[in-house]
């Protein structure tokens, strides 16, 4: 046989090189489970991870326990920005903001958020405690800023929040703003005021990350949310730095024209409006308290305005939700009257108070304060009325009010008009006094809401009333010493209780007592003229001694031609204007 006939014959084995063995002794099975477990614990973890940091900094939402501490950690550890800077921040004799400092920027020069009255904090829970505070936001502040609605604020965050289970990363920073904001006007209201709003307020900015890194929708509602408290703590948000990045955001996505509400449903339509227009009443009294240009013009404005709908109509079908015909304290009506307001202001700002407006002639001057007059007595006489107003912007009162203080402004010293005439500080004499007595009558009714710009809109009235009486002997006749005294004493006693012992209203305090007492001296015939004083009144309304008092440069005092005084003497820079908005 030959080799190749013998390897034939061979028979073959087969190789169980790839042949998977059982083997008994395997542990893949245990493997594989303990891949499961660890996997499963990895998911756990993150689901932990995540419900802590939408919960970060709150409480135990179940059950009662006390309030956060004030210093219980650190804002920096969350947030590093401009946003959480004082409003108002001192500057050096060579800023260019130091003709800011001889405005109201004095009264808070130096303060700091810390300076506010520290609340005794009690136990408090969300579920039990949570809803009042939620209620006072709505009733009181909602009106002006109607920035939420209350059912989906409610459905979507709210409930969620007090349940442990946010839906979403804004939950935790709406709430506790909300909760801050209800606190802070609680606290004023002297109401049962054991509940810390500083503490709220930290929990809330602690989340600053996620609402900047939000949608542009979600971020505009958080920081006007933010804004509101903020004009109650000026010196805890920097207002300029956040509304001002609301409306950039604002503009970059058209929010503030028509063609932005192309495919929206009813209820998205009407809260881009909402949104919009609280973002433009804002940033006009934001800017024009600090003196600074406003940042959308109305001809750059198409979106309408919002439908005087409630927030209940606007959860229900688009076909029933009917515009009130008269208004209702849970609709758009007193909001679209303050839009108007703040139209009709920005439009006064611009006209007598911006830095370019100087020197407007007199019969072109006339004619710009005829026209606002008129507009502002028509705003007055259509504004809405209400059987039973819950908050401040909803009474008659405020409305009178603003009136007033519009008025002040139209007539009151100002870049285009340094020198008021006879008729221009009688108006301005009458107005401030009733704006005194219509405050006082909101504080009978515990209706006044504490805002930074409603402290500057009665100091300034009482700088203006002031003002009055000494610049114009015939206002000086028609009152006595003893009324003057009163209304003193009337404004003096308001600062003292709606800044509930913050030192921005005892400085105020301190600044009209050594006006007053000035102004009360000169009707005793003997007392002679303070020049000093006189130059301390024209520097609150933004117009400022340029030169030191002098023979050439004569500080102006009372009865004499004041319009041949200002000619050569008298700065006009660093305008402040604090005053003209509510």
């Not at 042949?19 to 489970?33: A, P, S, T």
């Not at 933010?226 to 956040?242: D, K, T």
Request: net charge negative; with cysteine.
């Amino acid at each position: 046989m030959s080799p190749k006939e013998a390897k034939a014959a061979v028979s073959c084995v087969p190789s169980d090189r790839l042949v998977i063995k059982v083997d008994r002794d395997c542990e893949c099975d245990h493997l594989r489970n303990q891949v499961e477990n660890l996997k499963s614990r990895v998911r756990e973890l993150q689901s932990q991870l995540a419900l802590h940091r939408d919960r970060a900094g709150s409480h135990d939402l179940r059950q009662p326990i006390s309030e956060p501490s004030d210093g219980a950690g650190s804002l920096e550890k969350f947030y590093r920005g401009r946003m959480l800077l004082p409003t108002f921040r001192g500057s050096n004799a060579h800023s260019p903001e130091v003709g800011f400092m001889s405005s109201p920027w004095q009264l808070w020069n130096g303060l700091s958020a810390s300076d506010a009255p520290t609340i005794t904090t009690t136990s408090f829970s969300l579920q039990d405690d949570g809803p009042s505070l939620v209620d006072v936001f709505f009733d009181r502040r909602w009106p002006q800023f109607p920035v939420l609605h209350r059912p989906t604020f409610m459905e979507q965050h709210y409930l969620p929040f007090v349940s442990g289970r946010p839906r979403s990363k804004l939950s935790a920073f709406q709430v506790n703003i909300v909760l801050a904001i209800g606190a802070s006007e609680k606290a004023r209201t002297g109401c049962n005021a054991s509940v810390s709003y500083q503490g709220f307020f930290k929990a809330a900015v602690r989340e600053l990350d996620n609402v900047l890194a939000a949608d542009d929708i979600d971020c505009i509602q958080c920081l006007l949310l933010l804004c509101i408290f903020g004009s109650n703590e000026p010196q805890s948000v920097n207002l300029w730095q956040a509304v001002g990045l609301a409306l950039r955001l604002a503009v970059g996505i058209d929010l503030h024209r028509r063609e932005a509400l192309t495919g929206k449903s009813l209820l998205e339509a009407e809260m881009c409006k909402r949104l919009f227009w609280s973002l433009y009443t804002i940033d006009r009294s934001i800017s024009i308290s600090l003196g600074r240009p406003i940042g959308i013009q109305d001809a750059d404005v198409t979106i309408s305005l919002p439908l005087l709908l409630s927030d209940e109509k606007l959860s229900g079908p688009a076909e029933q939700a009917v515009p009130n015909v008269c208004p209702d304290i849970k609709d758009m009506s007193a909001f679209r009257h303050i839009i108007e307001l703040r139209r009709i202001n920005a439009n006064i700002y611009r006209a007598l108070h911006s830095a370019a407006g100087v020197n407007i002639e007199s019969s072109n001057l006339d004619s710009i304060r005829q026209q606002h007059y008129a507009l502002l007595n028509t705003w007055l006489l259509s504004a809405p009325r209400y059987l039973a107003p819950v908050s401040m912007y909803q009474t008659s009162e405020w409305f009178q009010i603003a009136y007033h203080q519009a008025v002040i402004n139209v007539y009151r010293p100002s870049h285009a008009s340094p020198v008021s005439s006879a008729d221009a500080i009688r108006l301005c004499a009458d107005s401030s006094i009733s704006l005194i007595s219509c405050y006082n009558a909101l504080y009978a009714k515990n209706k006044i809401i504490y805002t930074f710009v409603a402290l500057d809109s009665l100091f300034m009235s009482a700088v203006t009333m002031l003002y009055s009486i000494r610049a114009s002997a015939a206002v000086r006749h028609e009152l006595t010493k003893e009324v003057v005294e009163s209304n003193i004493e009337s404004c003096v006693g308001l600062l003292s209780k709606i800044s509930h012992g913050r030192i921005v209203g005892e400085r105020s305090i301190q600044i009209i007592r050594r006006l007053g007492n000035a102004t009360l001296a000169v009707f005793d015939t003997t007392s002679s003229a303070e020049s000093d004083i006189d130059t301390e009144f024209m520097s609150w309304f933004g117009v400022k001694c340029q030169n030191p008092p002098g023979p050439e440069y004569p500080t102006p005092s009372i009865d004499i031609a004041w319009n041949d005084l200002f000619e050569h003497g008298y700065d006009l820079n660093g305008f402040y204007n604090g005053d003209l908005l509510l």
